[in-house]
């Protein structure tokens, strides 16, 4: 590709960006907001240059875009900003290897570099770790730019556990100048050896300002059209926009909702109602979502269609009597769907689960059935069916709820501070600025304060032996004394090594009447700790030459018993007093509640340090004591048998839904034995 230099600038005025990451066409939340900060950067007179494989993207993943969206996809800015976007060549002959793979990467990492030289930029930004924060890394250590790396959901709380992304992933957090993620997270990265002044709070994203409720409806002509361009789209009646209609846009699947709302029109539809239900579910997974239709009567009035761009989308939310986000029981636990914000900037009734209603900053400014409609479990579809048939009989009630809703979108960030935070971000990292304000800033009031806020406790315990025991720590460790403007000294990136040398502490000098409880106590804590920081000798996974062979398959005594089960992760094995855990320790997930007696806990060190302590039995902690790698699954469901004097097939479902609980966990993996050896 030859790249021509008539944009390059001086080197003062507009900051000139490269951005690798996802863009359009590719769809969802990731790719739309990095589109409207590339254009946003852009309105305020900068350069933005990114670099995409987004033409590549899978067709059940790609946006529809016409000749149209040409403007849009590449804004130009009266005031002289500009996105310009670039992409590799497409896979093909020309790049045949084998084994034989599309190389992202290295197309990514070669083509930003081309960009970077020709065009002057200031700082690269990698914006979704894979591919595109790794080959923002590879760009920056060539260059010597600054690198400022942003993740999402799925690559830190999904990618990030399988054992050799995730070591990867750690040498480009700690590499980079500027780590942007989300409060709650940052002890993560600090445990990964990130420096405290590197983390970043993302800028706050900004409801893009075409959703409102001006936006004009996509027509019954406009709908058709975009039904009939599906493959294999069956003959449809002509859509008719009288009827009250209910919408859904994103990806489709079981997390989504997108099933339970088929099944609860279903029954909708059995009472004798007539509305259309349209799903913008592109071009993913829509033989599941045909069947679920058929099954369910609503072969007439559901109007499958696919991805249409961004700043579309409030058109498809304006045809919708009310739009549906029904997420549940999503495995990122971290995900933080932009969607219901949209439909409520756009005034159109919104239907929310309970599970994103509890994630939202603004639920308070929300009232079930005034200004939005609450489903609090999208399973139970009578529940559903009730709320929708509601809406679908009442059409003006939705539409009053809607206009109620945009009133607390009113109250949103704007578009303005968005891109402000995201100029500062930018700014401090080409040292054209002083630093942009500490996203994380240091820990504020006393070091009494601090430790109560990280162990809750302390003072309950303790009582006023707490006071005593902090003044001894903070005169034995003077760094970590309240400093003369009030910041405390031990917030200084070192948080997880001091709280742990206070515990320590505490260990050792409290000979009080709760000595036996405080010593469990502490033990847990440091236990926590240990599995919240990379280590110094293994920061990554432990070592294994066998990948997973079963590659997030289902556990079925087929798949797994020819599979041999081995730890990937770094575990630590504790037995406490279960009461104890019980009132005062609450983990992550729990294989058997904890008793009056004593309960195991197993700390695990996984490549994300997402906290994962899983409470068990006995016999479950045998079960992590043989899984080694040197036995296929089926051989070890018989040696455990043996052991327990039962029948193997009465102990294979439990012993399969236990190893799965610990696969997805990110404890173990499934391989394949060595081969023999001549």
């Given at each position: 590709?030859?790249?021509?230099?008539?944009?390059?600038?001086?080197?003062?005025g507009?900051?000139?960006?490269?951005?690798?990451?996802?863009y359009p066409?590719?769809?969802?939340?990731?790719?739309?907001?990095t589109?409207?900060?590339?254009?946003?950067?852009?309105?305020?007179?900068h350069?933005?240059?990114?670099?995409?494989?987004?033409?590549?993207?899978?067709?059940?993943?790609?946006?529809?875009?016409g000749?149209?969206?040409?403007?849009?996809?590449?804004?130009?800015?009266?005031?002289?900003?500009f996105?310009?976007?670039?992409?590799?060549?497409?896979f093909?002959r020309?790049?045949?290897?084998?084994?034989?793979?599309?190389?992202?990467v290295?197309?990514?990492?070669?083509l930003?570099?081309?960009?970077?030289?020709e065009?002057?930029?200031?700082?690269?930004?990698?914006?979704?770790?894979e591919?595109?924060?790794?080959?923002?890394?590879?760009v920056?250590?060539?260059?010597g730019?600054?690198?400022l790396?942003?993740?999402?959901?799925?690559?830190?709380?999904?990618?990030?556990?399988?054992?050799?992304?995730?070591?990867?992933?750690?040498?480009?957090?700690r590499?980079?100048?500027?780590?942007?993620?989300?409060?709650?997270?940052v002890?993560?990265?600090?445990?990964?050896?990130?420096?405290?002044?590197?983390?970043?709070?993302?800028?706050?994203y900004?409801?893009?300002?075409?959703?409102?409720?001006?936006?004009v409806?996509?027509?019954?002509?406009e709908?058709?059209?975009?039904?009939?361009s599906?493959?294999?789209?069956?003959?449809?009646?002509?859509?008719?926009?009288?009827?009250?209609?209910i919408?859904?846009?994103?990806?489709?699947?079981?997390?989504?909702?997108?099933?339970?709302?088929?099944?609860?029109l279903?029954?909708?539809?059995?009472?004798?109602?007539?509305?259309?239900?349209?799903?913008m579910?592109?071009?993913?997974?829509?033989?599941?979502?045909?069947?679920?239709v058929?099954?369910?009567?609503?072969?007439?009035?559901?109007?499958l269609?696919?991805f249409?761009?961004?700043?579309?989308?409030?058109?498809?939310?304006?045809?919708?009597?009310?739009t549906?986000?029904?997420?549940r029981?999503?495995?990122?636990?971290?995900?933080?769907?932009?969607?219901?914000?949209?439909?409520?900037?756009s005034?159109?009734?919104?239907?929310?689960?309970?599970e994103?209603?509890?994630?939202?900053?603004y639920?308070?400014?929300?009232?079930?059935?005034?200004?939005?409609?609450?489903?609090?479990?999208?399973?139970?579809?009578?529940?559903?069916?009730?709320?929708?048939?509601?809406?679908?009989?009442r059409?003006?009630?939705a539409?009053?709820?809607?206009?109620?809703g945009?009133?607390?979108?009113?109250?949103?960030?704007?578009p303005?501070?968005?891109?402000e935070?995201?100029?500062?971000?930018?700014?401090?990292?080409?040292g054209r600025?002083?630093?942009?304000?500490?996203?994380v800033p240091?820990?504020?009031?006393?070091?009494?304060e601090?430790?109560?806020?990280?162990?809750?406790?302390?003072?309950?315990v303790?009582?006023?032996a707490?006071?005593?025991?902090?003044?001894?720590?903070?005169?034995?460790?003077?760094?970590?004394?309240?400093?003369?403007?009030?910041?405390?000294?031990?917030?200084?990136?070192?948080?997880?090594?001091?709280?742990d040398?206070?515990c320590?502490?505490?260990?050792?000098?409290?000979?009080?009447?709760?000595l036996?409880?405080?010593?469990?106590?502490?033990?847990?804590?440091?236990?926590?700790?240990w599995?919240?920081?990379a280590?110094?000798?293994?920061?990554?996974?432990?070592?294994?030459?066998?990948?997973?062979a079963?590659?997030?398959?289902?556990?079925?005594?087929?798949?797994?018993?020819?599979?041999?089960?081995?730890?990937?992760?770094e575990?630590?094995?504790?037995?406490f007093?279960?009461?104890t855990?019980?009132?005062?320790?609450?983990?992550?997930?729990a294989?058997?509640?904890?008793?009056?007696?004593?309960?195991?806990?197993?700390?695990?060190?996984?490549?994300?340090?997402?906290?994962?302590?899983?409470?068990?039995?006995?016999?479950?902690?045998?079960?992590?004591?043989?899984?080694?790698?040197?036995?296929?699954?089926?051989?070890?469901?018989?040696?455990?048998?043996?052991?327990?004097?039962?029948?193997?097939?009465?102990?294979?479902?439990?012993?399969?839904?236990?190893l799965?609980?610990?696969?997805?966990?990110?404890?173990?993996?499934?391989?394949?034995?060595p081969?023999?050896?001549?």
């Amino acid at each position: 590709m030859t790249i021509s230099a008539e944009e390059t600038r001086p080197g003062t005025g507009p900051m000139s960006v490269c951005l690798i990451g996802k863009y359009p066409p590719i769809e969802g939340g990731v790719s739309a907001q990095t589109y409207w900060a590339a254009r946003l950067l852009a309105e305020r007179g900068h350069h933005v240059y990114v670099v995409t494989n987004a033409d590549e993207v899978e067709e059940r993943f790609r946006l529809g875009l016409g000749d149209e969206d040409a403007a849009a996809y590449e804004p130009r800015f009266p005031g002289g900003g500009f996105v310009r976007v670039f992409r590799p060549e497409r896979f093909g002959r020309r790049m045949d290897h084998i084994p034989q793979g599309n190389p992202f990467v290295s197309k990514l990492a070669g083509l930003a570099l081309q960009v970077v030289r020709e065009f002057g930029c200031d700082v690269v930004v990698g914006s979704y770790l894979e591919p595109y924060g790794v080959a923002a890394h590879l760009v920056s250590g060539w260059t010597g730019l600054p690198l400022l790396v942003q993740h999402a959901g799925s690559d830190l709380d999904r990618l990030m556990r399988v054992p050799e992304l995730g070591t990867a992933y750690q040498e480009v957090f700690r590499a980079a100048h500027t780590v942007i993620t989300k409060p709650g997270l940052v002890g993560r990265f600090l445990g990964m050896g990130v420096a405290r002044d590197a983390i970043r709070m993302s800028p706050p994203y900004a409801v893009p300002p075409c959703f409102h409720p001006d936006a004009v409806p996509l027509s019954a002509e406009e709908i058709g059209a975009l039904a009939h361009s599906l493959p294999g789209a069956p003959p449809m009646p002509a859509y008719d926009p009288s009827l009250p209609t209910i919408g859904m846009y994103g990806k489709p699947g079981e997390f989504k909702g997108t099933l339970d709302l088929i099944a609860a029109l279903g029954r909708v539809r059995a009472s004798g109602r007539s509305f259309n239900l349209l799903l913008m579910s592109g071009r993913s997974r829509t033989a599941m979502l045909r069947d679920a239709v058929a099954a369910h009567g609503l072969e007439d009035r559901a109007w499958l269609l696919p991805f249409v761009p961004h700043w579309k989308v409030p058109r498809f939310i304006r045809a919708c009597t009310a739009t549906c986000f029904l997420e549940r029981d999503f495995p990122v636990v971290i995900h933080g769907p932009v969607v219901p914000r949209e439909v409520l900037a756009s005034g159109t009734c919104l239907v929310l689960s309970g599970e994103i209603h509890d994630k939202q900053i603004y639920r308070d400014t929300l009232g079930d059935g005034d200004n939005f409609v609450l489903v609090p479990d999208p399973k139970e579809h009578d529940v559903l069916a009730d709320r929708l048939q509601g809406l679908i009989d009442r059409p003006q009630t939705a539409a009053e709820i809607g206009a109620r809703g945009r009133l607390v979108a009113a109250d949103f960030p704007g578009p303005g501070p968005f891109a402000e935070a995201w100029e500062a971000l930018l700014e401090d990292a080409a040292g054209r600025a002083p630093s942009a304000g500490r996203a994380v800033p240091p820990a504020r009031g006393t070091f009494a304060e601090w430790v109560e806020g990280r162990l809750p406790w302390a003072r309950e315990v303790l009582g006023d032996a707490l006071d005593e025991l902090t003044a001894g720590f903070t005169a034995d460790h003077p760094g970590c004394g309240p400093a003369p403007d009030g910041a405390a000294g031990h917030a200084d990136g070192h948080d997880l090594a001091v709280l742990d040398a206070y515990c320590e502490h505490l260990d050792k000098r409290y000979d009080g009447p709760a000595l036996r409880q405080v010593r469990e106590l502490v033990r847990y804590q440091r236990a926590r700790l240990w599995a919240l920081r990379a280590g110094e000798t293994r920061p990554g996974p432990v070592l294994s030459p066998a990948p997973d062979a079963l590659a997030g398959l289902p556990i079925t005594a087929e798949s797994v018993g020819p599979l041999h089960p081995l730890l990937r992760a770094e575990i630590r094995l504790e037995h406490f007093d279960g009461e104890t855990v019980r009132r005062f320790c609450r983990t992550g997930d729990a294989y058997a509640a904890p008793g009056r007696g004593r309960v195991v806990v197993c700390f695990a060190r996984l490549a994300n340090l997402a906290t994962t302590e899983l409470r068990m039995n006995e016999a479950t902690a045998m079960l992590l004591d043989a899984c080694d790698g040197g036995v296929p699954t089926a051989a070890l469901v018989e040696r455990l048998a043996r052991r327990g004097g039962v029948e193997p097939a009465e102990l294979t479902p439990r012993l399969l839904a236990t190893l799965a609980k610990l696969y997805r966990a990110g404890v173990l993996v499934f391989t394949r034995p060595p081969a023999p050896q001549d």
